[in-house]
């Protein structure tokens, strides 16, 4: 009996180890003005920003509520950022495009040529 217990508490260790791991790459940006990520108009309103990958392989997708709404490739750079941040550019043509969104601990820069799919 007690070896079962050992393997039980084993397993719901590792289950919220995993739900940790998993909660470091995601974060909530407040996007303010329409914006534009890839081919994907933010509406104003709060997003869940989670990403998978390394480097210039980065995967980023974006939740409003449960919804995705766009998925997007970034670059992944870790850095020490005094505070959680949102960079946007007026583009010459009129809409504004997500430049990057900084945590205290990485960046993810966007391209101007990024392509979404929205779904």
Do not use: C
Request: glycine fraction near 8%; hydrophobic fraction near 40%; charged fraction near 15%.
């Amino acid at each position: 009996m007690k070896s079962r217990s050992i393997v039980v508490l084993t397993a719901l260790l590792a289950m919220f180890s995993v739900a940790g791991a998993a909660s470091k790459n995601r974060n909530t940006i407040q996007v303010t003005e329409p914006t534009v990520v890839g081919s994907v108009v933010l509406e104003p309103g709060a997003y869940t920003v989670e990403w998978n990958g390394t480097g210039a392989a980065t995967q980023v997708t974006f939740f409003h509520g449960k919804d995705t709404v766009a998925t997007v490739p970034a670059t992944l750079e870790t850095a020490k950022n005094p505070y959680d941040s949102v960079t946007t550019q007026v583009q010459p043509s009129g809409p504004r495009s997500l430049i990057e969104i900084d945590t205290r601990s990485l960046t993810l820069h966007f391209g101007a040529a990024s392509t979404a799919s929205g779904q």
